[in-house]
């Protein structure tokens, strides 16, 4: 157990709908990083959250959003899915001073 | 943003045999790490270096930041090991930026 944890793991639903995945860091990490990993693809970030403010964005869909809550969990919301979304979502946090990330098990989203 | 390139992209080894991944970055970095991603999709934290050398087991991985580029060492290969390394690196306050991967398949 990395100490991040992300619900659900799997995750099944149809096109143009919407969808949450949670994570929650490790204890006493302040930053959340998103990251989208598409199959047979490298990891893409997608935004990331320090102590709950926006830090830093990468290739996030506008039909994309995150958010980081006061207890520090984050939530990504994706909305009118599409096919192509479907992919690994994974959750990383760090204390935000430049050292490691650590990884959540990631949520599998699959559209139909 | 920084580079990332990994060699070779895929490798096939029999069990017991050794390898050394390669991950070459185009800018400075001031955090390095090395991942294993299982067959099941786990990301499985490998090692934080952005300088030295550490071993853990039978793995071991060596960054000269200098030059910019990391190598990771698997020693005795297990069929445990296959599965997909994964280097990352980041300079400044950007975000992990990652490499393709290496694909190992280690074969009984």
């Known amino acids: 157990d990395s100490g991040v944890t992300q619900t659900p793991k799997h995750l099944i639903t149809a096109t143009g709908q919407r969808v949450t995945l949670r994570c929650s860091p490790r204890?006493?990490?302040?930053?959340v990083y998103w990251y989208q990993q598409s199959l047979d693809q490298g990891l893409q970030f997608l935004i990331q959250?320090?102590?709950?403010?926006?830090?830093a964005k990468g290739n996030i869909l506008e039909r994309f959003s995150a958010q980081q809550f006061p207890d520090l969990h984050s939530e990504l919301n994706l909305s009118s899915l599409e096919l192509g979304d479907s992919a690994l979502y994974f959750c990383?946090?760090?204390?935000?001073?430049?050292?490691?990330?650590?990884f959540g098990s990631g949520t599998r989203l699959t559209v139909v | 943003g920084i580079q990332v390139e990994q060699s070779p992209p895929d490798l096939i080894l029999q069990e017991g045999a050794n390898s050394t991944l390669r991950c070459n970055f185009s800018?400075?970095?001031?955090?390095l790490q090395w991942f294993h991603q299982n067959p099941w999709g786990q990301l499985i934290n490998l090692f934080y270096?952005?300088?030295g050398t550490k071993q853990n087991g039978r793995l071991s991985a060596t960054t000269v930041a200098t030059e910019r580029y990391s190598l990771l060492y698997i020693s005795s290969s297990q069929t445990t090991d296959s599965g997909v390394y994964f280097c990352?690196?980041?300079?400044?306050?950007?975000?992990?930026?990652f490499g393709k991967g290496t694909r190992l398949s280690v074969i009984a």
């Open positions: 990383a946090s760090s204390t935000g001073q430049g050292e490691g990330y650590t």
């Open positions: 204890s006493g990490d302040l930053s």
């Open positions: 959250y320090y102590n709950g403010e926006e830090r």
């Open positions: 800018d400075s970095v001031n955090n």
């Open positions: 270096i952005p300088s």
């Open positions: 990352a690196g980041r300079g400044g306050n950007t975000p992990l930026v």
